[in-house]
């Protein structure tokens, strides 16, 4: 059984948490540069590296992730794999009844969320596209320069003439 220890830099002093880590009995400490919330290399490395009957320890469940829904994930992704999740703020592990009841808590939390927003497509301001246009570039590689579809630069081109001739 290994005991990985993980924190994240942004909310702790590197040094201390890794001697607290070391302390809770981790042969391995890694630790997460402050990394966009999306993108957690480090501890993505770890989820996919590690292996039944191993254990995660950090030092507190929101080093994990910033929502109930992300740190369920990582919960999620380490029961398939077999392995277990400790920390220390506030005292939880995912082994035994414990566990049961912290994922229990995490998914009704994760619940109450509301849903991430679609992503939508960048809308191209007309100012930009009339710009270029006036440049003498056409709507294809406006489209393309401005990372919109073809039919946004016409559509707008063509709000843009109906303004003028209304003038």
């Not at 998914?107 to 849903?115: F, I, M, N, T």
């Not at 497509?121 to 100012?127: D, K, L, N, S, V």
């Not at 320069?145 to 630069?153: A, F, Y």
Request: proline share 7%.
């Amino acid at each position: 059984m290994l005991r990985i220890g993980y924190v994240r830099l942004s909310d702790t002093d590197h040094s201390d948490a890794a001697a607290a880590l070391r302390d809770m009995g981790c042969q391995v400490v890694r630790v997460e540069e402050d990394a966009a919330p999306e993108a957690r290399p480090t501890l993505t490395s770890i989820l996919d590296f590690i292996g039944q009957g191993d254990e995660l320890v950090a030092l507190r469940l929101q080093h994990l992730g910033r929502s109930p829904r992300a740190i369920l994930e990582v919960v999620e992704r380490l029961d398939a794999r077999g392995a277990a999740l400790i920390t220390a703020e506030p005292p939880v592990t995912t082994c035994g009844e414990r566990g049961e009841t912290l994922r229990a808590v995490l998914a009704a939390l994760a619940a109450l969320e509301p849903p991430e927003p679609a992503r939508r497509r960048p809308r191209a301001p007309a100012q930009q596209i009339l710009a270029l246009q006036r440049a003498g570039v056409g709507p294809v590689e406006i489209a393309r320069r401005l990372g919109v579809s073809r039919m946004t630069v016409w559509r707008k081109l063509r709000a843009l003439e109906t303004c003028d001739s209304d003038s």
